[in-house]
């Protein structure tokens, strides 16, 4: 019960903006919507996080719509390096617990 | 600082046996969680353990259980070895204080069941 939806794979040139959907319309008040990544053969890695106002950091920028039913992440200058599973996760405030879904595979090309 | 370490990295057991895998936090975190992840059901949450206690739990069987010691450090223990246990197990730390704590992961123990 992952409770987002995001996009089974995604390809995007090496030095543009990569922009991966996700949807999480039964969101509720107190759920933040996280993004973690996965490259191969290595553990997740804690991208980015945001409750309702856009975010960004040195990795990525975090764009959730006024209804919160859905979110962007934007990769702004993807590199090779990017090609990953990205997972966009709610996640309640009480609870220490990810729910990973099944992600977006991100594929960079040169 | 050093990143999660987890130990060992691979490890090959037969069906019947029980296995333990061990996971270091990152110093002065608190939190420990552990994840299954099989190319077939992803990746899903075990447990958490908050200085020695545990303070969540997924929904696997009895049969997965875990601990965590004084020093934060955490195993996990699974007995009775099935082969659809055969699973790459990822541990994450967190600082714990807070729930919005970033959970760092480690490189997993890929556990492969024969």
């Known amino acids: 019960d992952a409770k987002t939806t995001q996009p089974p794979s995604m390809d995007c040139a090496e030095g543009r903006a990569a922009n991966l959907p996700c949807n999480h319309s039964t969101i509720s008040g107190n759920e933040y919507v996280y993004w973690y990544r996965q490259i191969h053969s290595q553990g997740p890695q804690y991208i980015i996080h945001g409750l309702k106002n856009n975010e960004t950091n040195e990795m990525a920028s975090l764009i959730i719509t006024e209804d919160r039913k859905s979110s962007t992440l934007i990769l702004p200058h993807a590199t090779l390096r990017d090609t990953a599973v990205y997972y966009c996760?709610?996640?309640?405030?009480?609870?220490?617990?990810?729910?990973f879904g099944t992600g977006t595979r991100l594929t960079i090309i040169p | 600082k050093a990143g999660v370490t987890q130990t060992p990295r691979y490890l090959i057991k037969t069906r019947g046996q029980q296995v333990t895998l061990s996971c270091s936090p990152i110093s002065g975190h608190r939190s420990v969680s552990w994840y299954q992840q099989t190319p077939g059901q992803g990746l899903q949450f075990l447990f958490e353990y908050f200085s020695e206690t545990q303070r969540n739990k997924g929904n696997f069987p009895g049969r997965f259980s875990g601990r965590q010691f004084s020093n934060s450090r955490s195993e996990m223990n699974v007995s009775t070895l099935e082969l659809g246990d055969s699973a790459l197990y990822l541990c994450?730390?967190?600082?714990?204080?807070?729930?919005?704590?970033?959970?760092?992961f480690g490189p997993g123990t890929r556990l492969t069941v024969t």
């Open positions: 994450a730390s967190s600082l714990g204080g807070s729930v919005l704590d970033e959970q760092y």
């Open positions: 996760i709610v996640r309640p405030r009480s609870n220490e617990k990810l729910t």
